[in-house]
């Protein structure tokens, strides 16, 4: 069983279009990370999240962490294609944690 | 500014070899942590290192072997390989988690070993 669960899994949409992923658990986060990640290459870590209900803001990316610290979503306004890859979220259990554990993943297609 | 090195980017061995992959972490950054990752599938931990001592260990499997040397690079030492071994492997690193600072890693762009 994935502990982080993301969805959606894979999401098409067209350029200038809105989207949110969501980032679920039924367990409590010290800290939540976005990462993303293209082909062969090692994830790029976008944002960390430590507070409840904490919203960080990069650009067209909205990263939100729930008020229990149990979820999180990224919403992207105005996509564009460049916004193209697979969006990974990752979570240490408690602080001090060594581990990070992974959610599945999303892969976003914005189509011209 | 300066990131994760691994190296090398690509390699390819034979059933029954050995491998070691290399990491070099991003300087002042005092842990580093070991993940697998298949075709398809989120990175898996393996295990990591602070201040040369194994700090956490996860899925790794007894024929592979990890060490952090005193300029905190770090070495994943793998034998008698599998074919289910071929994957991205990552290396990753931070300031420990522990003294105040949150679980916030960074990547290196990943050895691909291809075992045939």
């Known amino acids: 069983t994935q502990l982080l669960e993301q969805s959606p899994q894979f999401l098409s949409i067209q350029e200038g279009e809105n989207l949110t992923v969501y980032c679920n658990s039924s367990s409590v986060f010290s800290s939540l990370q976005w990462y993303r990640q293209e082909p062969g290459e090692g994830p790029v870590l976008l944002v960390t999240?430590?507070?409840?209900?904490e919203v960080k803001k990069l650009k067209r990316l909205t990263f939100q962490f729930g008020d229990a610290r149990k979820d999180s979503s990224l919403h992207i306004t105005a996509a564009q294609t460049g916004d193209t890859g697979l969006y990974l979220c990752a979570g240490a259990k408690v602080q001090g944690a060594q581990k990070l554990v992974f959610g599945q993943g999303t892969r976003l297609t914005i189509n011209p | 500014a300066a990131g994760v090195i691994q190296s090398p980017r690509h390699l390819i061995k034979e059933k029954r070899e050995t491998a070691t992959l290399k990491c070099y972490p991003i300087p002042r950054h005092d842990t580093v942590y070991w993940y697998q990752q298949g075709p398809g599938q989120d990175p898996q931990f393996l295990i990591s290192f602070y201040e040369k001592m194994q700090s956490d260990k996860g899925s790794i499997p007894d024929r592979f072997s990890a060490q952090q040397f005193s300029d905190y690079h770090s070495e994943l030492n793998m034998s008698s390989l599998e074919l289910g071994d071929s994957a991205l492997y990552f290396c990753a690193s931070s300031f420990y988690p522990g003294q105040g600072y949150y679980n916030e890693q960074f990547f290196g762009p990943g050895t691909r070993l291809t075992v045939l």
């Open positions: 999240v430590v507070t409840g209900g």
